[in-house]
């Protein structure tokens, strides 16, 4: 949780969240990530002052369980001074802790982007799912939360102006942004209409600008002028010198084959790597999402 100092921005955790997201593909599949095509209303999870603190805790509670489909977990939640915003207590279930910080007494507002966030570490505990490290470990659950239609919230839960600012999750807002665009882009999802926080509009509307330029690499048929160039000139001297180093800023890698030049570049969906002949346009099914791509190889 970060409260009133300087709020980070940019896209310093990209690739962990591109492969949080490629490996929810491989661990629920196409048609279990399809289960989650509805994301939580902010009618389920809004809270009124005037609503009991704890009734109305757990009321969002168990509508973010019923999001992240987890019908036999009992969350029970209660109240602490803690760094952190909120702590779970990961056990074999059926009923799992949740901790939040004392300033959510108060900032009610915002106990539902924390508990989507907690509650998404329930459901990873239960896949068996996490990444090394503590770091990498937190923004794969801020991915999840957010690719899987709670962690909406976590983004509306950033608001700055000239004397404060608060910020939830280890993403910045702009890659929450970026992560919310994937999803929508599947799930035909317009999320901007639920943000009561303009900077989470803004951060939305950037992350939506980074999330397209996934869909306009070289080699799909979408890519503008300047990468189409950019590819045929990599093209011409992947013929001409077999065997090269592929560039590692680059998108997409040339590869000699013995029955000729292969291309592999991330799937613009699910960012797990398709691989094609090098041979004009082709479609490709992506074997994990199972999108099809258009392609000028």
């Not at 100092?5 to 629920?28: K, M, N, Q, S």
């Not at 029970?76 to 056990?91: D, G, K, P, Y």
């Not at 292969?262 to 969906?269: A, L, Y």
């Amino acid at each position: 949780m970060r409260d009133g100092g300087e709020v980070v921005h940019g896209y310093p955790h990209l690739d962990t969240a591109r492969a949080a997201i490629t490996a929810l593909y491989h661990r629920l599949s196409a048609d279990g990530v399809r289960a989650y095509a509805t994301s939580v209303a902010p009618a389920d999870v809004a809270f009124s002052d005037l609503d009991d603190l704890h009734l109305g805790t757990q009321r969002v509670a168990h509508a973010l369980v019923q999001q992240l489909r987890l019908p036999d977990a009992r969350v029970i939640v209660s109240f602490r001074e803690m760094t952190h915003a909120a702590n779970v207590e990961l056990t074999t279930g059926p009923e799992y802790f949740v901790e939040l910080n004392d300033r959510f007494r108060t900032h009610r507002r915002d106990i539902g982007a924390a508990l989507a966030h907690e509650i998404t570490h329930v459901l990873l505990h239960r896949l068996g799912l996490s990444f090394p490290g503590t770091r990498d470990n937190e923004i794969l659950t801020d991915t999840a939360t957010t690719y899987l239609g709670a962690g909406w919230l976590l983004l509306d839960a950033y608001r700055e102006d000239r004397d404060s600012s608060q910020k939830l999750g280890y993403l910045t807002p702009e890659e929450f942004g970026y992560v919310l665009a994937k999803r929508a882009e599947v799930f035909d999802e317009d999320p901007r209409i639920w943000f009561t926080s303009p900077q989470a509009y803004t951060s939305y509307t950037k992350g939506r600008a980074q999330a397209q330029r996934d869909e306009q690499q070289p080699p799909l048929t979408t890519a503008g002028w300047a990468g189409r160039h950019r590819y045929a000139k990599d093209r011409r001297y992947a013929l001409d010198h077999p065997g090269a180093a592929p560039d590692p800023a680059s998108p997409y890698a040339f590869e000699s084959r013995p029955d000729g030049l292969r291309v592999s570049f991330p799937c613009p969906t699910c960012l797990q790597r398709i691989r094609v002949p090098v041979r004009g346009r082709v479609r490709a099914r992506c074997g994990l999402c199972g999108t099809v791509q258009h392609c000028d190889t």
